[in-house]
RNA sequence: GUGGCCAUAGCUCAGUUGGUUAGAGCAUCAGAUUGUGGUUCUGAGGGUCGUGGGUUCGAGCCCCAUUGGCCACCCCA
């Protein structure tokens, strides 16, 4: 056998037809239940220009933004400005002469995109779904991937907490489907500005949120400590350890945390909209997790905010989301507020592998095999497969005459679940051994009824 | 971007303090078996030991570099 020596690049898959086929599961899963809360499909473009995505995702994002190197560099009337170009790059700047697209790293952002360029046409509230890869330069580990699909859901131009309402519902009806065990924890960025305007400023936002984030990781201590490096005193620390501690019911946090962050306007608002959103979800109690330390990444996030995790396994957030208020701000479009989530498809995918929670169904997709056995006959299965395609029923031809030991091998292999045997003696009768390979039973049956059997 | 561990057949892995021709299981192919697979038995193919350099009489093993994988940090889905 030749040395095959090609690679794929650093945290990229193929998917097999196995692979696949569990992917296409949860995927259309998902888009099922999208689909019945009236969300519509969207597709944007694999790129984008550069400036549509950069200082969206803040410093540390920008650096993970895939960019595309620009056509004809090398033409010579090019050659002096790509030079110059080159230089600035080298800089940490980003130059037009040497690249003005890069791939997308969310969909959110090329959905405010596009909001923005076609909110003339739009019906509001717009309800989109899209299911799209997206690409990091980020250094691959367990869950993480430089390729890796999104599936969003997002609503935009209404305010009303309806929407949290039922993409929570959303959450929680497709991982029922699929059959992940999780657990939704809800917080709103509201009271996290609250809590950093009693430390002192809205300012200390961002510090105190990136810390206490990681409160379950590093626990209490080390947050504290990374408070203080972030230079929060030692008063402004103790709130926020008085924040942290509040635990106990749903019900037990909401009160708490009135008495700490009720006087405050942003805070009273932000617990009011938690209180209503539980208010509106009491079918689901169990799953639905008050959590004050949860604070999320993106910046954008400017009200509920939401983390799906799997119950019973080792995996960071499988799905998250939040509302936004002004995201069409960013390309010239204000006040259209909004609201989305997202799966993470790909770690979904490794949780339901780890759990075993896959269908056997999934995997099958030809129904019959029709054993090829000659020429005559070889024509006879033919005409037989021919009709069984046109009911609908996936089946296959052996692609030769070969030994019966071969084809029933390949069935296996494929997990086709019958044989269907067309040799000399059944051509004389026009019937066709059927063989159940699952059970290995069998059963003769005319030809002509085939098209009527209940595969 | 920073750090740790790893890389031997298609896959999972052995390979002794550096010593002759690098092994096993599974998988593949062929035969035992001319119309009944999954079991069993027999046999075969398959490797410049990730790549490049170095040390040595001699390197799969030691050293350096490089690429890739896994894991942790940063960050995130």
Sequence with gaps: MAKVNVSLPQGTRDFGPEVVRKRNYILNTIRNVFELYGFQPLETPAMENMETLMGKYGEEGDKLIFKILNNGLNDPKNIDKAKAAFEKVIEGKNDKNLTERALRYDLTIPFARYVAMNQGTLTFP?????????????????????????????????????NEVELAIIYLTAFKKLGVAIELKINNRKILSALAERCGGSDKMTDITVAIDKLDKIGLEKVKEELLQRG????????????????????????????????IDSGKKGIEELETLLSLLTAHPSQLTIDFTLARGLNYYTGTIFEVKANNVQMGSIGGGGRYDDLTGLFGVPNIPGVGISFGVDRIYDVMEELKLFPEEVHTGTQVLFFNLGENESRLAFTAAQQLRAKGIPCELYHEAGKMDKQFKYAEKKN??????????ELKENICTLKDLRTGEQTKILIASLPDYSF
Excluded: H, M, T
């Design 232 to 263: 929060l005193n030692n008063e402004q620390i103790e709130i926020i350890e008085s924040y942290l501690s509040i635990d106990g019911s749903n019900e037990e946090k909401l009160n708490k945390a009135k008495q700490l962050l009720g006087n």
């Design 126 to 162: 717009f309800k989109r779904y899209q299911v799209q890869p997206v690409w990091r330069a980020d250094r691959p580990q367990k869950g993480r991937y430089r390729e890796f699909y999104q599936c969003d859901a997002d609503v935009v131009g209404s305010n009303s907490l309806l």
């Design 416 to 425: 086709i679940p019958y044989a269907a045997i067309i040799g000399s003696n």
